[in-house]
């Protein structure tokens, strides 16, 4: 497709487990960007991948959180032990590139009983 | 520390009107700013941005402004429609050199008929 794709759509997983997050950047954006939005909260920002360069982990919580991108391809990102805290809205982005606009995904609704 | 600031959680607006959406940020390094729009069980799309070197850009019903020195921007959606019924985000980049945008918490645009 033409946009940015992300699975699951929908994520129901117990406390403690593990989860794996997948998003499909548009072919040939250089950036991608991980984004989380908690129930009535805004977007809060997680990781941005940029080309080859070391990617920015400033805004992930804990180190249960950790993404992985292939090239300029397909990006997961991975929580560990999941917490009931860790339930949200995670959204993926991607740009062609600096001052170019994200287009985002649908976002993964991630649901931790 | 919220460096893009949404002070109006939620707006109402007759149809026909003109909506004016707030946004603050503290950091003067920032040099573009963004708009999106977010409907529930979508990602945001893309509305309208602005470069730290004009005060204004306009599409169509959308007009942002950019005041500098008062760091701080609108959005201005001239006449409102209930289709512009949704949560809207203004986003910043450039503070740390590369182009992790941060978000605000969002306003939630209610245009009645």
């Known amino acids: 497709g033409a946009g940015v794709s992300q699975s699951p759509s929908n994520k129901v997983t117990e406390k403690g487990k593990d989860v794996e997050l997948r998003c499909d950047p548009i072919s040939g954006h250089t950036a991608l960007y991980w984004y989380r939005q908690r129930l009535g909260q805004g977007l809060e920002f997680l990781i941005y991948f940029q080309g080859n360069s070391a990617p920015d982990k400033s805004g992930l919580p804990s180190d249960r959180f950790s993404a992985e991108r292939t090239g300029e391809s397909v990006s997961t990102l991975t929580i560990q032990r999941t917490q009931q805290e860790d339930s949200a809205v995670y959204l993926c982005?991607?740009?062609?590139?600096?001052?170019?606009?994200?287009?985002f995904g649908s976002g993964t609704q991630l649901s931790v009983l | 520390d919220q460096q893009v600031k949404q002070n109006s959680p939620s707006l109402s607006v007759q149809e026909g009107r003109i909506s004016i959406l707030n946004c603050d940020y503290t950091?003067?390094?920032?040099?573009?700013f963004l708009w999106y729009k977010k409907y529930p069980a979508e990602g945001p799309t893309f509305l309208i941005s602005i470069s730290s070197i004009k005060d204004k850009n306009e599409d169509g019903r959308f007009t942002v402004f950019l005041n500098k020195s008062a760091k701080h921007l609108s959005l201005h959606i001239v006449p409102s429609q209930p289709g512009d019924s949704a949560v809207y985000f203004c986003?910043?980049?450039?503070?740390?050199?590369?182009?992790?945008?941060?978000f605000g918490t969002g306003t939630r645009l209610k245009v009645l008929a």
């Open positions: 950091n003067s390094m920032f040099d573009y």
């Open positions: 986003a910043a980049a450039g503070a740390s050199g590369t182009y992790k945008y941060i």
């Open positions: 982005a991607s740009s062609f590139g600096r001052t170019e606009k994200l287009f």
